[in-house]
């Protein structure tokens, strides 16, 4: 079985520091990965490189068959639709209802047929239990909403990777504990799911592989 994702001692570097390096990292389809670690030990940054918006410094990382340390321009949106990605900080557009939010996605990433893009969203938003939310404003959601939504958004084109950086930073630990069920889900049905998070409790709650950024390296 080839690897999803194969990083070879790969270094990270941001602003010009490097914060991780000689990162060797493999990750299978279907995995259910943590990545653990102080504030600025480098687990966004590290997340940010498997969609290409951090550049790979050195060494060689591959993504789903995509070389990241030369990819070029125009394959980053290829790349970008097959992986599905939940913020902490939601990112939703607040001049428009959820249902927009969703067809926004679907409209940047080709999709053209009106009812096949009705269908997906409305897919997506039942999957999350956020059908009945379609017309509400972001703002009218509480936190725990916000974020089904972001995670539906992520989920729109089907991705066989999804990322999802301190995805329950933001939540109280009962909706917390709801979102990781729904994304360890979301890997029982087949797509890959790496979170970053600080909160242990988490993964003694709901297990999986667990790496650890510290001292500007990954150990598991």
Request: with cysteine; glycine share 8%; hydrophobic share 40%.
């Amino acid at each position: 079985m080839s690897h999803l994702i194969k990083y070879t001692d790969v270094d990270i570097l941001r602003q010009d520091i490097r914060v991780l390096k000689r990162v060797n990292l493999t990750v299978d389809p279907g995995e259910f990965i943590y990545i653990t670690g102080k504030v600025g030990s480098g687990k966004s940054s590290l997340l940010k490189t498997m969609y290409a918006e951090v550049p790979v410094a050195a060494g060689t990382a591959e993504v789903m068959g995509y070389d990241l340390g030369n990819i070029k321009s125009a394959e980053i949106p290829f790349l970008r639709r097959q992986v599905g990605i939940v913020f902490q900080d939601f990112r939703l557009l607040n001049d428009r209802n959820i249902y927009e939010n969703l067809k926004f996605v679907l409209d940047a990433t080709g999709w053209k047929d009106k009812n096949s893009m009705k269908e997906r969203i409305e897919t997506t938003l039942r999957q999350m239990g956020m059908l009945n939310k379609g017309y509400k404003m972001p703002y009218e959601l509480s936190g725990g909403e916000q974020q089904r939504v972001v995670i539906a958004r992520a989920m729109l084109n089907d991705p066989q990777l999804l990322i999802a950086d301190e995805p329950t930073g933001n939540l109280d630990p009962v909706t917390a504990a709801q979102i990781m069920k729904r994304l360890q889900e979301i890997q029982q049905q087949g797509t890959t799911v790496i979170v970053a998070t600080h909160n242990l409790g988490l993964i003694d709650q709901f297990p999986g592989r667990v790496l650890k950024c510290a001292d500007r390296s990954i150990s598991e």
